[in-house]
């Protein structure tokens, strides 16, 4: 997978909105809450996302995943090669985060989203 694999999946999330942070860091937003953060300039690029609380464990337990830092209480994993995910998974796991976070976001900010 590649950055522009994963920006396609997440372009076709409704009110999904794109930023740098911290530098070097694209984040995918929605209502400006963060729901996966890509670093396109390492190598191999790595990426963090927020899963349900029932995957966690199975997740950040998986090869070249682990709790992401600062955000696992969130139940958010850090993978360490966005390689280590295909399409699919990608497509899986992008939908989920996004649906996860947008579904905590105000009624009136999901209303302005078309939510």
Known sequence: ??????????????????????????CFNVGDKMFLVTSPDMVPVTASFKVSDEEFDEVSSRTGFKPAPYLARYKWVY???????????WTYFAQQAYT????????????????
């Open 100 to 115: 996860l976070t947008a579904a905590k976001l105000p009624a009136k900010t999901k209303k302005l989203l078309g939510l």
């Open 1 to 26: 997978m590649t950055i522009e694999g994963i920006q396609s999946i997440c372009q076709q999330f409704k009110g999904m909105t794109e930023d740098i942070k911290w530098e070097n860091h694209l």
């Open 79 to 89: 993978v360490d090669d966005i390689n280590r995910l295909n399409k699919k998974e």
